[in-house]
Structure formats: structure tokens, C-alpha cells
């Protein structure tokens, strides 16, 4: 079975400094990661995804994930945040045979 | 081009009443999901077809739940009767690929926010 786990439900950070958001993930195969934003009241967008080949992912918006296997991590990153960056999201992972999994989802603060 | 397309955008209803979620999907995309998303569970898939056939409803949480799929342009999600507790956003999304194990990303539409009294 397989499993996502975003930590933190709220991050909040200052306009300009390093966003971080961890998911860690399960599966018995490798697996197939996203990450997702979702802005109010619209539905969630793909950022990036990582389907085996480079494990440094570069997306939409500046946003870039590393996949690490040691640690089965799948990290969000951001040089610097910018007030519109203030969104909820969601990492998800696909096994082989098996479904897609979201996380729960981390609301993030952008501090002016 | 144009996206996932779901209406209502917002509807309340008593409990009791027929509710019917619409969804057109990307043209050309062979999966249609749908999901349910609440602050206490987050987001869960309900159902899902491949070329208009509902593949996996394990996700659907009671037999008031319903959802077909008659043409590769339109999909509903039906509940019948409302209750309180199927108060969400319900989100449908759709994806160019024929399998649910893909690596190609799901487009989502804007969600029917619906609240039942």
C-alpha cells in the first residue's frame, strides 16, 4: 500500500525568504510524485511531477522537488516567496497498480 | 482551451433533495475522475471511468451516490437523498491517459461547492 505524508497544515513564511514544503512518501515500487496547487476557490493545478527520469524536478512558478529514495522524500522548494505563492498544496503519489494518493495538504502564509 | 468544466459552481439544497453535479472534461481525455474534498478528510477520489466506463467506485461512500458517465464530453455525480454530511467541494478532473496508473498529470475543474441544510 502506499502513502503520503505532508508535514506541517500551515507553513507561513516572509515575502523573499525560502519556501520549504515536505512530503514524504510509501510504496513498495517506485513511484510516480506530484505536487499540486490549489488557489481559492479553484481546483488544483499541476506544479511538477517526477516520473522516474531526473530526480531534481523543476515546475511552474520558480518551484522545483527533489526526489531523494533514501529518505522518500519529495520536497517543494522556492527560492524566494512571493505574496502570490499564498496558496494550499498537496503532494500526491501513484504506485504501479494501485491509485492516486493526495496528501492532506499545507496551507502556505506568505508574511509582507 | 478550455479546461474542466463543472456546474454548478455553488449549490444549497435541503437535506432530502436529489443534488446533480455536471462535469465536462478536457476534449480528448480518456479518464474522468471525481472527488470529494473536506477540511476533516482532505481530498478523496470517488470514482473514476476510462473511455466512459466507471473503472473503480470504491471511493463512493454510500449507495446514495451515483455518477455515469453516457458520452466521452459529459459525466454526473448524483445524490439522492442529500444529506447534511455531503457537504464539500466536489471536484472532477480529467486526464489524457486510458489508465489511473499514469504519469500524465490530472486537469481539475473549479469545483461545485455544495452545502446541504
Known amino acids: 500500500a502506499q502513502s503520503v505524508t505532508q508535514l506541517g497544515s500551515h507553513v507561513s513564511v516572509s515575502e523573499g525568504a525560502l519556501v520549504l514544503l515536505r512530503c514524504n512518501y510509501s510504496?513498495?515500487?517506485?513511484?510516480?510524485l506530484f505536487w499540486y496547487v490549489q488557489y481559492p476557490n479553484q481546483g488544483l493545478q499541476l506544479l511538477l511531477k517526477y516520473t522516474s527520469a531526473a530526480t531534481l524536478v523543476k515546475g511552474i512558478n520558480g518551484f522545483e522537488a527533489e526526489f531523494k529514495k533514501s529518505e522518500t522524500s519529495f520536497h517543494l522548494t522556492k527560492p524566494s516567496a512571493h505574496m502570490s505563492d499564498a496558496a494550499e498544496y498537496f503532494c500526491a503519489v501513484i504506485a504501479r497498480d494501485d491509485k492516486i494518493i493526495f496528501g492532506k495538504g499545507t496551507r502556505l502564509h506568505i508574511l509582507p | 482551451d478550455a479546461g474542466v468544466i463543472q456546474s454548478p459552481r455553488h449549490e444549497v439544497t435541503e437535506m432530502g433533495q436529489e443534488v446533480t453535479l455536471r462535469c465536462k472534461p478536457i476534449?480528448?481525455?480518456?479518464?474522468l475522475f471525481w472527488y470529494r474534498q473536506t477540511m476533516m478528510r482532505g481530498l478523496e477520489l470517488l470514482i473514476y471511468?476510462?473511455?466512459?466506463?466507471?473503472?473503480?467506485d470504491s471511493g463512493m461512500p454510500e449507495d446514495r451516490f451515483s455518477a455515469k458517465m453516457p458520452n466521452a464530453s459529459f459525466s454526473t455525480l448524483k445524490i439522492q437523498p442529500s444529506e447534511p454530511r455531503d457537504s464539500a467541494v466536489y471536484f472532477c478532473?480529467?486526464?489524457?491517459?486510458?489508465?489511473?496508473?499514469?504519469?500524465?498529470?490530472?486537469?481539475f475543474g473549479d469545483g461545485t461547492r455544495l452545502s446541504i441544510l
Open positions: 476534449s480528448g481525455h480518456n479518464s
Open positions: 478532473a480529467s486526464s489524457p491517459g486510458t489508465a489511473l496508473v499514469s504519469n500524465q498529470p490530472q486537469h
Open positions: 471511468f476510462n473511455n466512459n466506463v466507471p473503472i473503480d
Open positions: 510504496s513498495s515500487v517506485p513511484p510516480y
